[in-house]
C-alpha cells in the first residue's frame, strides 16, 4: 500500500462569505503526527471541517490532496472512503440510528463491491475496541451519540476511528471534556494506530493532550493561517508562557480571524468614549 500523504496548499476558504482560512499550507504523511494549536476563533475547526468537506465551507482557492487524488472534487462519503476521518469537536447527535449500525454501514462503505464486513469479525472487533477505550458496554446498543456525555462522545468518535482504520486522521479538540483517565485512553488509542499507513492531525489548545500522544511537528494558528511551525519544544514553551510572544514575535495584536464584531460592540455602547480613545 502506498504511503498516505495529505497535502495542504495555500487553501483559502469562506464561511457565510466571510474569509477564514487564509493561506493554509501543510503537508502530514504517513508515520506522522501533528499537532495544530492555537487560541480560539483562529480557524482550526474551520480547516477540519473544510478538509472533510463540509458544506457551510466553501474552498476559493488552494488545493488539497490525498497523494494523487483531488479531495476537493470528492464528496463528504469519497473522502471517508478514500481514508479520511475526523473526529469532530461537537459530535452530532442522531437518534434512530444505532452506534453499531452506524459503524458497520460506516466500514462498509470502505469495503471494495460485492465484500462484506463479516459480521463475527466486526462484534469481536467492535467488542475489544469497546473494552480498550472503557467504554459502557450497551453504548454500541444506543443511538449514535443521543444522551452520551461529553466524555463518552469523544470516547465514541475514537472508537469510530479503531474501527474503520483510516490513513488520514483528523482529532478537533478530542481531549476537551475529557479527564485525566480518559485522556490517557484516548492517548494510548491514538498511539495504537501509528504506523507509516497512518497519519494523524491533532487540534488542541491545551498541552495535556500531548503528554499522551507526542507530535512530530507542531503548528500555530492564528488569523486563518499557520503562522509558526515547529518541534516539541513549541509544546513548552507555550504551555510556560501561553501566545503573547508569538504575536508580539509576529507582529499580530488580535489573533482571531474575525474581530470587527467585537469592535462594532465597543463603537455602540461607547457613549462617552470617542473612536480614538479606544483605539480603533
Ligand atoms: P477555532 O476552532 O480555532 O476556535 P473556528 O474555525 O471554529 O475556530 O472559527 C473561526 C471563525 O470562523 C470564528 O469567528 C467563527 O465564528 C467563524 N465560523 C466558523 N464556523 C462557522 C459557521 N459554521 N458559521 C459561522 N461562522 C463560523
Ligand atoms: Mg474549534
Same mark, same amino acid.
Given at each position: 500500500m502506498q504511503k498516505p500523504v495529505l497535502t495542504i496548499s495555500e487553501l483559502h476558504a469562506n464561511v457565510e462569505d466571510k474569509e477564514i482560512l487564509k493561506g493554509v499550507n501543510l503537508e502530514i504523511k504517513g508515520g506522522e503526527v501533528h499537532a495544530i494549536m492555537g487560541p480560539?476563533?483562529?480557524?482550526?475547526?474551520?480547516?477540519?471541517?473544510?478538509?472533510?468537506?463540509?458544506?457551510?465551507?466553501?474552498?476559493?482557492?488552494?488545493?488539497?490532496?490525498?497523494?494523487?487524488?483531488?479531495?476537493?472534487?470528492?464528496?463528504?462519503?469519497?473522502?471517508?472512503?478514500?481514508?479520511?476521518?475526523?473526529?469532530?469537536?461537537?459530535?452530532a447527535e442522531v437518534p434512530g440510528v444505532t452506534n453499531s449500525d452506524f459503524l458497520r454501514t460506516a466500514m462498509q462503505t470502505r469495503m471494495e463491491d460485492?465484500?462484506?464486513?463479516?459480521?463475527?469479525? $466486526?462484534?469481536?472487533?467492535?467488542? /475489544?475496541?469497546? @473494552?480498550? %477505550?472503557? &467504554?459502557?458496554?450497551?453504548? #454500541?446498543?444506543?443511538?449514535?451519540?443521543?444522551? $452520551?456525555?461529553?466524555?463518552?462522545? /469523544?470516547?465514541? @468518535?475514537? %472508537?469510530? &476511528?479503531?474501527?474503520?482504520? #483510516?490513513?488520514?486522521?483528523?482529532?478537533?479538540?478530542i481531549d476537551s471534556g475529557l479527564d485525566v483517565d480518559a485522556l490517557r485512553i484516548v492517548g494510548e488509542a491514538v498511539n495504537s494506530m501509528r504506523s507509516e499507513n497512518f497519519g494523524c492531525l491533532l487540534i488542541t489548545h491545551y498541552q495535556r493532550l500531548l503528554d499522551h500522544i507526542k507530535p512530530d511537528f507542531v503548528h500555530i494558528m492564528m488569523k486563518g493561517r499557520i503562522v509558526k511551525s515547529g518541534g516539541a519544544e513549541l509544546i513548552e514553551k507555550i504551555d510556560r508562557e501561553g501566545y503573547d510572544w508569538i504575536k508580539k514575535e509576529l507582529g499580530i495584536?488580535?489573533?482571531?480571524?474575525?474581530?470587527?464584531?467585537?469592535?462594532?460592540?465597543v463603537t455602540s455602547i461607547g457613549t462617552c468614549a470617542t473612536k480614538e480613545m479606544l483605539d480603533l
Open positions: 480560539n476563533g483562529t480557524g482550526k475547526s474551520t480547516l477540519s471541517s473544510t478538509i472533510m468537506g463540509h458544506p457551510k465551507y466553501h474552498v476559493t482557492s488552494g488545493t488539497v490532496t490525498l497523494n494523487e487524488a483531488n479531495v476537493l472534487e470528492m464528496s463528504v462519503d469519497e473522502r471517508a472512503r478514500a481514508g479520511l476521518f475526523l473526529a469532530m469537536q461537537y459530535p460485492g465484500k462484506d464486513v463479516p459480521l463475527f469479525k $466486526f462484534i469481536r472487533e467492535l467488542d /475489544k475496541n469497546v @473494552e480498550k %477505550l472503557e &467504554m459502557r458496554e450497551d453504548l #454500541p446498543h444506543r443511538y449514535l451519540n443521543e444522551g $452520551f456525555s461529553g466524555g463518552e462522545k /469523544k470516547r465514541n @468518535e475514537i %472508537l469510530q &476511528m479503531l474501527m474503520l482504520k #483510516p490513513n488520514i486522521a483528523i482529532l478537533d479538540e495584536d488580535d489573533e482571531r480571524v474575525i474581530v470587527e464584531e467585537q469592535k462594532r460592540k
